[in-house]
């Protein structure tokens, strides 16, 4: 089975530019998460969505962050404009659920640098 | 707010040395409790987990106690080898009684290396 997908896995960017981190989550699964790993903060959920629909996007640091699902197995997040603050290993995940007790699959990670 | 605590690294060991990697947490509803590792390079992985207290999870012979009255799920394995060197995360998934749950709030993580 293919696990969750991410592209691209790398991105090097100049500050201003619009950014597209794209995720396809494992067929079948109805939650998807984003996070956003750095060195300084460790891993911080971004925003995730329950069969499409964002639940809670409380995570998302400013309005230049946009996270959209349009459909069940697709997913983007876009930074515009990008500042270098925003570099960072940005991950998506999967599962079944919302549920506390359901497990959730990690893709490879985007790496993100703003110059 | 829900917060989780682990031991900062990096942790070295030698192969076949005994491991734990403490990890306490903090949370307003009835969490469940993982432990997730990532390789370099990767994404994370789920390693093992426990939904409610007193359960314990193993895989790969790595173990985790729930403890509700430390609020603590320590990380232990036996003999570690040098496959083991990687990042582990302590994660907590939080519910209020009925609700569903947020994302995993997670640890800082803990880099562990071990040495032939």
């Known amino acids: 089975d293919a696990g969750v997908i991410q592209s691209p896995r790398h991105e090097v960017t100049e500050m201003g530019q619009e950014v597209t981190l794209r995720c396809k989550p494992i067929?079948?699964?109805?939650?998807l998460f984003w996070y956003r790993q750095t060195m300084m903060r460790g891993l911080e959920l971004l925003i995730y969505f329950n069969n499409n629909v964002p639940i809670d996007d409380s995570g998302m640091p400013e309005d230049r962050f946009s996270a959209k699902m349009p459909n069940a197995s697709f997913s983007t997040l876009k930074i515009q404009p990008s500042e270098p603050r925003d570099s960072a290993v940005y991950f998506c995940a999967s599962s079944l659920g919302i549920w506390a007790y359901n497990e959730q699959f990690f893709g490879p990670g985007t790496r993100l640098t703003v110059l | 707010g829900d917060s989780v605590t682990q031991m900062e690294g990096p942790v070295t060991l030698s192969e076949e040395a005994f491991l734990t990697i403490n990890c306490t947490y903090t949370?307003?509803?009835?969490?469940?409790l993982f432990w997730y590792v990532q390789y370099p390079g990767e994404g994370l992985q789920l390693l093992l987990k426990?939904?409610?207290?007193?359960d314990k999870g193993s895989n790969k012979g790595f173990e985790a106690t729930y403890r509700k009255e430390t609020t603590s799920f320590h990380l232990e394995k036996g003999s570690v080898q040098v496959s083991d060197s990687a990042v582990y995360f302590c994660?907590?998934?939080?519910?209020?009684?009925?609700?569903?749950?947020?994302?995993?709030?997670f640890g800082k993580g803990t880099h562990l290396i071990i040495q032939p």
């Open positions: 949370a307003t509803g009835y969490p469940s």
């Open positions: 067929s079948g699964h109805n939650s």
């Open positions: 426990a939904t409610k207290a007193d």
């Open positions: 994660a907590l998934s939080d519910r209020e009684s009925g609700g569903g749950a947020d994302g995993l709030t």
